[in-house]
């Protein structure tokens, strides 16, 4: 019988590795090869590791601490290894779901094949379920924080089995430890507490098992120690002012980060939070998921009761909490109990499958029946990879090179000696990434990143230049970028550089900007372009453009110059594509056309100009492409030139390259 069993587990751990692998190939296939916008944090999460920094509340010292051992990969850039951490974290919370799956199927509640199909099942649909898939291929904490609950899980698992106290310290250390990858992983206390309860009550009579389970939990959340000894490390103004130096400051730092969004929503609105919510599970398992959950929940209940309080207060507690809690990327909060969720699934599944299994065994011969309940088993597994189908060209993210193809650009274009304004907090890490990382172009000041607090001369040491609008810069609630009037908020913002189109919920910011007192020279009296167009667009014309004939190297930068006439102020708004593919989209004269008319010259028999150089994508393919415009609310696409673009370099070594 032993014999029999260490086979059985050497299967499970077996497919499990194999379900990991699978998953891992999935997310390097689809994995974002750099910096990427499609976390707010994602930025900062990619450089804080290498400079073992202070990230941003409740701080992450696990997280940074993993992903410093990333770094030190030999291959990619530093942006590059910590998405591939998340692919691998991702991977393994995977593999740890199927086993956690199998450990609660023991043998006798339903046939070995039963068993190792509905948890592949589960195990799937979770992995290649769109949010958390999305989390799979960024840097974030999401991912790491899924592997250290599912092994957590694991480890609670393996007490209940061995009943050994040094088993629990084991857990506990695991567990205070994944508070450093998601502070919210304390929500689950209650659940493990009533288990514990249910499981050996006996237990906590013993002073050994109390002393295990305090020192090992002490242990893992000792990590917070690293908090006030990384705090000179922060830069971004506002969490300077909170630096979690005292006991307040770093309760404020910690428990207590983002008061704003926590219960922010009134009683009588819980009704609605609840509907968000089933909306979300809904798009990550379907209608048939969320049927197969509820199953398993009654299944669970009947069949493992312990496991079922186990699972349910660590459900309930973690959704009532993020219910209420306002933020806009509200799904990735709900990643741990998709987990538990895919569990429930594994177990309404497995009922599924043993119910059509008695009906086959009753009206079937033995040998018939026992080959359907295999056919039954395949069907299942081969049903849990339709997300990856489904999902697989929502969440690829390979190539997402917008954000280092920009800065790539931005590096090449800026003279020496000048300044660079971004954004402080998160949020400017796309620019910190470079200096942080590769110490890129020294001799550009950027005034957002030392720690002290920046004056006018700090700012005005050459010329300046932006990537965050101006009205952004001197407003009192924004992140950090420079104190309040440290600027004028008259100078000109002339558009140098644009970058490619970003589809995140966070606004489009890469665009350079040149800032002076000085007015473009926005509207002229004539113009010879080197192509003449004069194609009409209501009351705009578009008279001509100057486009290079040279070829180009993907990833670098066209050298665009658009001619207009218009007739009257009214907005309009035009997108440039390569092909099919946008390359950007902006008002027509980048926001300052109101202005300049008013103050400098009027639109009456003048020709706006446009000019401004535009980023080629690394990811464009060699070969001859065709520029087009469109205006917004027209059907009509206009081609206005073609661009040839050579491939001489790979796009990673490009940046590599321009870093150093």
Same mark, same amino acid.
């Given at each position: 019988?032993?014999?029999?069993?260490?086979?059985?587990?050497?299967?499970?751990?077996?497919?499990?590795?194999?379900?990991?692998?699978?998953?891992?190939?999935?997310?390097?296939?689809?994995?974002?090869?750099?910096?990427?916008?499609?976390?707010?944090d994602?930025?900062?999460?990619?450089?804080?590791?290498?400079?073992?920094?202070?990230?941003?509340?409740?701080?992450?010292?696990?997280?940074?601490?993993l992903?410093?051992?990333?770094t030190?990969?030999?291959?990619?850039?530093?942006?590059?290894?910590?998405?591939?951490m998340?692919?691998?974290?991702a991977?393994?919370?995977? /593999?740890?779901?199927?086993l956690?799956?199998?450990?609660?199927?023991?043998?006798?509640?339903?046939?070995?094949?039963?068993?190792?199909?509905?948890?592949?099942? /589960?195990?799937?649909?979770l992995?290649?379920?769109?949010t958390?898939?999305?989390?799979?291929?960024?840097?974030?904490?999401?991912?790491?924080?899924?592997?250290?609950?599912?092994?957590?899980?694991?480890?609670?698992?393996?007490?209940?089995?061995?009943?050994?106290?040094?088993?629990?310290?084991?857990?506990?250390?695991?567990? !205070?430890l994944?508070?450093?990858?998601?502070?919210?992983?304390?929500?689950?206390?209650?659940?493990?507490?009533?288990?514990?309860?249910?499981?050996?009550?006996?237990a906590?009579?013993?002073?050994?098992?109390?002393?295990?389970?305090?020192?090992?939990?002490?242990?893992?959340?000792?990590?917070?120690?690293?908090?006030?000894?990384?705090?000179?490390?922060?830069?971004e103004?506002?969490?300077?002012?909170n630096?979690?130096?005292?006991l307040?400051?770093?309760?404020d730092?910690?428990?207590?980060?983002?008061?704003?969004?926590?219960?922010?929503?009134?009683?009588?609105?819980?009704?609605?939070r609840?509907?968000?919510?089933?909306?979300l599970?809904?798009?990550?398992f379907?209608l048939?998921g969320?049927?197969?959950?509820v199953?398993?929940?009654?299944?669970?209940?009947?069949?493992?009761?312990r496991?079922?309080?186990?699972?349910?207060?660590?459900?309930l507690?973690?959704?009532?909490?993020?219910?209420?809690?306002? /933020?806009?990327?509200l799904?990735?909060?709900?990643?741990?109990?998709?987990?538990?969720?895919?569990?429930?699934?594994?177990?309404?599944?497995?009922e599924?499958?043993?119910?059509?299994?008695?009906?086959?065994?009753?009206?079937?011969a033995?040998?018939?029946?026992?080959?359907?309940?295999?056919?039954?088993?395949c069907?299942?597994?081969?049903?849990?990879?339709?997300?990856?189908?489904?999902?697989f060209?929502?969440?690829?993210?390979?190539?997402?090179?917008n954000?280092n193809?920009?800065?790539?650009?931005?590096?090449?274009y800026?003279?020496?000696?000048?300044?660079?304004?971004?954004?402080? !907090?998160?949020? !400017?890490?796309?620019?910190?990434?470079?200096?942080?990382?590769?110490?890129?172009?020294?001799?550009?000041?950027l005034?957002?990143?030392?720690?002290?607090?920046?004056?006018?001369?700090?700012?005005?040491?050459?010329?300046?230049f932006?990537?965050?609008?101006?009205?952004?810069?001197?407003?009192?609630?924004n992140?950090g970028?420079?104190?309040?009037?440290?600027?004028?908020?008259?100078?000109?913002?002339?558009?140098?550089?644009v970058?490619?189109v970003?589809?995140?919920?966070?606004?489009n910011?890469?665009?350079?900007?040149?800032l002076s %007192?000085e007015?473009?020279?926005?509207?002229?009296e004539a113009a010879?372009?080197?192509?003449?167009?004069?194609?009409?667009?209501?009351n705009?014309?578009l008279?001509?453009a100057?486009?290079?004939?040279?070829?180009?190297?993907?990833? /670098? %930068?066209?050298?665009?110059?658009?001619?207009?006439?218009?007739?009257?102020?009214?907005?309009?708004t035009?997108?440039?594509?390569?092909?099919q593919?946008?390359?950007?989209?902006?008002?027509?004269?980048?926001?300052?056309?109101?202005?300049?008319?008013?103050?400098?010259?009027p639109?009456?028999?003048?020709v706006?100009v446009?000019?401004?150089?535009?980023?080629?994508?690394s990811?464009?393919?060699?070969?001859?492409?065709?520029?087009?415009i469109?205006i917004?609310g027209?059907?009509?696409?206009?081609?206005i !030139?073609?661009v040839?673009?050579?491939?001489e370099?790979?796009?990673?070594?490009?940046?590599?390259?321009?870093?150093?």
């Amino acid at each position: 019988m032993t014999e029999i069993l260490n086979r059985l587990k050497r299967t499970d751990l077996f497919l499990s590795l194999a379900l990991a692998i699978l998953a891992f190939l999935a997310y390097l296939a689809t994995l974002t090869p750099g910096l990427s916008y499609q976390s707010p944090d994602g930025n900062e999460l990619a450089t804080i590791p290498y400079v073992l920094g202070l990230a941003h509340p409740p701080g992450y010292p696990l997280y940074t601490w993993l992903g410093k051992i990333f770094t030190w990969l030999p291959f990619g850039d530093v942006a590059y290894r910590m998405n591939l951490m998340s692919a691998i974290c991702a991977a393994c919370a995977v /593999a740890g779901l199927y086993l956690i799956v199998c450990m609660l199927l023991q043998p006798g509640v339903a046939s070995p094949a039963t068993r190792r199909a509905g948890a592949a099942f /589960a195990a799937l649909i979770l992995a290649f379920s769109p949010t958390f898939w999305s989390q799979a291929v960024i840097a974030e904490v999401y991912a790491a924080n899924a592997a250290m609950i599912v092994i957590s899980l694991l480890l609670l698992l393996r007490w209940e089995r061995m009943r050994r106290d040094r088993d629990f310290f084991l857990f506990a250390l695991v567990y !205070g430890l994944s508070l450093g990858t998601h502070i919210s992983n304390l929500g689950f206390a209650p659940g493990i507490a009533l288990y514990v309860l249910l499981t050996e009550r006996s237990a906590l009579k013993r002073p050994s098992w109390w002393v295990a389970a305090a020192a090992g939990f002490s242990l893992g959340a000792a990590q917070y120690l690293w908090l006030p000894l990384r705090a000179a490390a922060l830069s971004e103004q506002g969490l300077l002012r909170n630096a979690p130096l005292s006991l307040k400051e770093f309760y404020d730092y910690t428990l207590g980060a983002f008061p704003q969004l926590k219960f922010a929503f009134e009683p009588s609105e819980l009704p609605d939070r609840v509907v968000v919510y089933i909306y979300l599970l809904w798009n990550q398992f379907g209608l048939f998921g969320v049927l197969l959950g509820v199953t398993g929940l009654f299944t669970l209940l009947y069949r493992r009761t312990r496991h079922y309080y186990l699972l349910m207060g660590m459900y309930l507690v973690h959704t009532w909490f993020f219910i209420q809690y306002r /933020a806009f990327d509200l799904e990735v909060f709900f990643i741990p109990v998709h987990i538990l969720w895919a569990i429930f699934i594994a177990f309404g599944m497995v009922e599924v499958m043993r119910i059509i299994e008695n009906w086959l065994r009753r009206f079937s011969a033995r040998q018939v029946a026992k080959a359907a309940g295999w056919a039954l088993a395949c069907v299942v597994v081969a049903t849990g990879f339709y997300p990856l189908t489904e999902n697989f060209s929502s969440s690829d993210r390979s190539d997402d090179v917008n954000t280092n193809d920009f800065y790539a650009n931005v590096w090449e274009y800026l003279p020496e000696n000048s300044t660079l304004l971004s954004q402080g !907090g998160v949020m !400017g890490y796309d620019a910190f990434y470079w200096r942080l990382v590769y110490d890129t172009r020294p001799d550009v000041v950027l005034p957002a990143l030392p720690t002290h607090t920046p004056s006018l001369a700090d700012v005005q040491t050459g010329e300046l230049f932006s990537t965050t609008p101006l009205n952004g810069i001197n407003q009192s609630r924004n992140p950090g970028a420079l104190p309040k009037d440290v600027l004028p908020t008259d100078l000109w913002q002339t558009p140098l550089l644009v970058g490619n189109v970003v589809v995140t919920r966070t606004r489009n910011r890469l665009v350079l900007y040149r800032l002076s %007192r000085e007015a473009p020279n926005l509207v002229v009296e004539a113009a010879q372009p080197n192509l003449e167009i004069h194609a009409e667009f209501g009351n705009l014309t578009l008279l001509g453009a100057d486009i290079p004939a040279e070829p180009l190297e993907s990833g /670098a %930068r066209l050298h665009l110059a658009l001619y207009w006439t218009l007739q009257s102020l009214e907005p309009v708004t035009l997108t440039t594509y390569l092909d099919q593919q946008p390359l950007e989209t902006h008002d027509l004269g980048f926001g300052n056309l109101p202005r300049y008319t008013a103050e400098i010259r009027p639109l009456t028999d003048g020709v706006i100009v446009e000019d401004y150089w535009l980023v080629v994508p690394s990811t464009v393919q060699p070969g001859s492409h065709t520029l087009n415009i469109q205006i917004q609310g027209s059907t009509v696409s206009l081609e206005i !030139g073609s661009v040839e673009v050579m491939n001489e370099e790979e796009t990673m070594e490009r940046w590599l390259r321009i870093a150093n």
